[in-house]
């Protein structure tokens, strides 16, 4: 059997490229799978409005704060799920809260990303140009918004790949990866934290088929 190889053919911030050869399809299709359901980022999911006499109704602001792609440090953060706070809108260790206070005086005017002030210097909005919403004069828009980890497998909001394919090589022994990000996460991150999930998965499974083994009784 041919060995399995790869090679980085291509590597930015937010987009990887990475050519496998002779591993089976399968494979490389579970790092992509794997990459955009059970990679975490984190992401508003939460919305305590305090003001808003804006044209738009609370509910669909808070939509469009979810899809505020967030740049995330993975390892300062920790699942609410996992959390010992117990509290219902969560502690420092499991949510980032940012504040939005914005309104319009004199003329019609656009609030985007870069008005949010995140109480963690380690999570804040990949860029700060992206429309929350228009403001017309005497307006006001005033919110506290609670992101935490999640993960795609619970809602598409929370996937850190815009783009994430496998495509043939340019030999029938090859398989091309491509992952590019939302800015959540880099793309080297995106492609190492599905590894470490996948090989954990591998290691679990490893257990099983272990445990099962010895607890099989002979043949009678
Ligand atoms: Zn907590």
């Given at each position: 059997?041919?060995?399995?190889?790869?090679?980085?053919?291509?590597?930015?911030?937010?987009?990887?490229?990475?050519?496998?050869?002779?591993?089976?399809?399968?494979?490389?299709?579970?790092?992509?799978?794997?990459?955009?359901?059970?990679?975490?980022?984190?992401?508003?999911?939460?919305?305590?409005?305090?003001?808003?006499?804006?044209?738009?109704?609370?509910?669909?602001?808070?939509?469009?704060?979810?899809?505020?792609?967030?740049?995330?440090?993975?390892?300062?953060?920790i699942?609410?799920?996992?959390?010992?706070?117990?509290?219902?809108?969560?502690?420092?260790?499991?949510?980032?809260?940012?504040?939005?206070?914005?309104?319009?005086?004199?003329?019609?005017?656009?609030?985007?990303?870069?008005?949010?002030?995140?109480d963690?210097?380690?999570?804040?909005?990949?860029?700060?140009?992206?429309?929350?919403?228009?403001?017309?004069?005497?307006?006001?828009?005033?919110?506290e918004?609670?992101?935490?980890?999640?993960?795609?497998?619970?809602?598409?909001?929370?996937?850190?790949?815009s783009?994430?394919?496998?495509?043939?090589?340019?030999?029938?022994?090859?398989?091309?990866?491509?992952?590019?990000?939302?800015?959540?996460?880099?793309?080297?991150?995106?492609?190492?934290?599905?590894?470490?999930?996948?090989?954990?998965?591998?290691?679990?499974?490893?257990?099983?088929?272990?445990?099962?083994?010895?607890?099989?009784?002979?043949?009678?």
């Amino acid at each position: 059997m041919s060995s399995f190889s790869l090679d980085v053919m291509e590597k930015t911030d937010q987009k990887i490229i990475v050519k496998f050869k002779n591993v089976p399809r399968q494979y490389v299709n579970s790092i992509r799978r794997i990459s955009i359901s059970e990679v975490p980022t984190c992401t508003i999911d939460d919305v305590v409005m305090l003001e808003n006499s804006s044209v738009m109704h609370d509910e669909a602001i808070a939509h469009r704060l979810g899809l505020i792609p967030l740049r995330t440090e993975l390892n300062k953060f920790i699942f609410s799920s996992d959390c010992d706070c117990n509290n219902t809108l969560g502690c420092t260790k499991c949510r980032v809260l940012l504040i939005l206070n914005a309104e319009s005086i004199d003329k019609t005017r656009v609030v985007t990303s870069g008005e949010l002030i995140s109480d963690s210097e380690y999570v804040k909005p990949v860029s700060n140009e992206i429309p929350i919403i228009v403001l017309a004069p005497g307006q006001k828009l005033k919110f506290e918004a609670y992101a935490r980890l999640g993960i795609g497998k619970d809602h598409a909001k929370w996937q850190p790949t815009s783009v994430a394919v496998v495509k043939d090589g340019e030999n029938s022994d090859e398989s091309i990866l491509i992952l590019e990000t939302t800015g959540a996460l880099s793309a080297e991150e995106v492609l190492k934290s599905a590894l470490n999930i996948i090989n954990k998965k591998l290691d679990d499974f490893g257990k099983l088929i272990k445990s099962l083994e010895s607890s099989v009784p002979p043949a009678r």
